[in-house]
């Protein structure tokens, strides 16, 4: 057997990486939408919304399990970015990221398309639009509420990933008072459920790039067309753009609000001893 170089092992690192973000993606999204999906074509028969956020939570919480060790459980692409420019990922690796995760969405989205063709069928009559009573492309991707403005559909999508970003910081710092390393998945994942619970009315919560805009190029692919890009005021580009700097300000709020205030371990001997002597 010979040695694997160093750009064999680096190819075999980056294909380990896509496939697990692959499956780890075409898992974690294959629960949501098909359990929107459900719930729209059952025309509230056979779910309702409490349905759609425990869903999206079990996948969230099955995927970390997953590949928490492989890759760790890149499933969101403002996080990854956020990584990447906090210095904690290099640029190819992020790229490798959210290739995978971008990858991985639109399968998924192609596999609940399939699943539920017949119903999607059915319920259209095989027009599928983007609005109307018979609208199916929210199933896929995120749309805004009739009486919600641009401005406040990107602020309810920064302010949910604010708030997702710190609830995985305070679940994984190990500095503060982190998790059990076993249940830090279903605390991420019962924390996506508590933002769908809350901040879902306005915009859908998409609160990743990764979970909408693979969905959104699939159904513009798949026969709703060009509308899903237009529609809403161009709405596509605040799912994308508004969690990325949510993450982001989520970082700023706990380095300032927590992270700062944590006291230095390597100090906590020294003061130890200095009160022993004082004592």
Request: proline share 4%; charged share 10%.
């Amino acid at each position: 057997f010979c040695r694997k170089t160093s750009k064999e092992a680096q190819s075999t690192t980056a294909t380990r990486i896509l496939l697990t973000l692959l499956s780890l993606f075409l898992f974690t999204q294959a629960f949501g939408l098909s359990c929107v999906a459900q719930v729209v074509l059952g025309k509230g028969n056979v779910g309702q919304y409490l349905s759609i956020n425990i869903a999206f939570g079990i996948g969230v919480t099955l995927g970390i399990y997953a590949s928490g060790k492989i890759s760790g459980a890149h499933m969101n692409a403002a996080i990854t970015v956020t990584q990447c420019v906090l210095g904690n990922l290099s640029v190819k690796t992020a790229i490798a990221y959210v290739f995978g995760q971008f990858l991985g969405s639109f399968l998924a989205a192609a596999t609940v398309f399939t699943f539920y063709y017949d119903a999607l069928y059915d319920y259209t009559n095989g027009n599928f639009t983007v609005t109307g009573p018979t609208a199916t492309a929210m199933i896929f991707s995120t749309y805004p509420a009739k009486n919600v403005s641009l401005q406040g559909a990107f602020f309810s999508e920064f302010t949910a990933t604010v708030m997702l970003m710190l609830g995985i910081l305070v679940i994984h710092d190990e500095k503060n008072n982190a998790a059990v390393k076993g249940a830090q998945p279903m605390l991420t994942g019962i924390l996506v459920v508590g933002i769908g619970l809350g901040m879902g009315l306005n915009t859908g919560y998409a609160i990743n790039p990764s979970r909408d805009l693979p969905p959104r190029i699939f159904t513009a692919i798949a026969g709703w067309g060009m509308e899903v890009f237009s529609a809403d005021h161009c709405w596509w580009w605040i799912p994308v753009t508004a969690p990325t700097l949510g993450s982001l300000f989520g970082v700023l709020l706990y380095k300032l609000f927590i992270d700062f205030h944590q006291p230095d371990p390597e100090a906590e001997p020294e003061k130890e001893q200095a009160d022993t002597e004082t004592s």
